[in-house]
């Protein structure tokens, strides 16, 4: 069926260092979202992208959805502790299917 | 006010027996989900509704039947529980049924079978 493969599954770094997360998907998605959960919590949604090549900034999260709207990233600039817990992309395929999520990349941040 | 609320939030339970989980959502959306979360954290999507009306069922063992009253609840019965059901179950809404929804999650119940 229909995957939207995300890597890498784990990452630790160092407080300040930075991180990224990536999403592809074998066919083009329509959107891509990208939902953050805290150890112990439920995803939350961060943030939605539609257009080709559209890039989105939440203060130091960075968002990227590519040209063929096959693949997506999100880059974390110098992390903070608060930033630990698992990031999950979920892509949209076509009307009447429900969002794939990927299999998450989990996050973890020493001081 | 909690947007979506699941209950219980934990669930202990003996193999062999049948449970239910309880979704209810505030947000006046149409669209519910249940979603299992394994113990590697992958998300995926068992049920969803639209109206009261079952939209997408994956492939999921019969013993689990959801059911919605109304667009506001959306409950999940469980039979004959077995140890691989031990997980996260969350329910989650979204405004319309579309791709393009963002999805508003519960805060989940931990189903540990023993």
């Known amino acids: 069926g229909q995957q939207v493969m995300q890597i890498p599954q784990y990452q630790h770094v160092q407080e300040g260092e930075d991180f990224t997360t990536y999403c592809n998907s074998s066919t083009t998605l329509s959107n891509i979202q990208w939902y953050k959960q805290r150890p112990g919590g439920h995803p939350v949604f961060l943030i939605q992208?539609?257009?080709?090549?559209e890039v989105k900034k939440q203060k130091r999260l960075t968002f990227q959805f590519g040209e063929a709207k096959k693949n997506s990233s999100l880059h974390i600039t110098a992390t903070q502790t608060t930033d630990v817990g698992t990031y999950f992309c979920?892509?949209?395929?076509?009307?009447?299917?429900?969002?794939?999520f990927g299999k998450g990349t989990t996050l973890s941040v020493s001081s | 006010d909690t947007a979506v609320s699941q209950t219980p939030k934990y669930l202990v339970t003996q193999m062999g027996n049948d449970k239910s989980i309880k979704c209810e959502q505030n947000?006046?959306?149409?669209?519910m989900y249940w979603y299992k979360q394994d113990s590697k954290k992958f998300l995926k999507i068992m049920f969803s509704?639209?109206?009261?009306?079952?939209?997408i069922n994956e492939t999921v063992p019969n013993r689990f039947s959801p059911k919605s009253p109304d667009k506001a609840h959306l409950n999940l019965h469980i039979n004959s529980l077995e140890l691989g059901d031990s997980a996260v179950y969350f329910c989650?809404?979204?405004?319309?049924?579309?791709?393009?929804?963002?999805?508003?999650f519960g805060p989940g119940t931990r189903l540990l079978v023993l």
């Open positions: 979920a892509g949209g395929l076509q009307a009447g299917t429900a969002l794939i």
């Open positions: 509704y639209n109206n009261k009306e079952l939209i």
């Open positions: 989650a809404s979204s405004h319309r049924q579309s791709y393009q929804e963002t999805q508003y």
């Open positions: 947000l006046g959306h149409d669209t």
């Open positions: 992208l539609v257009k080709s090549g």
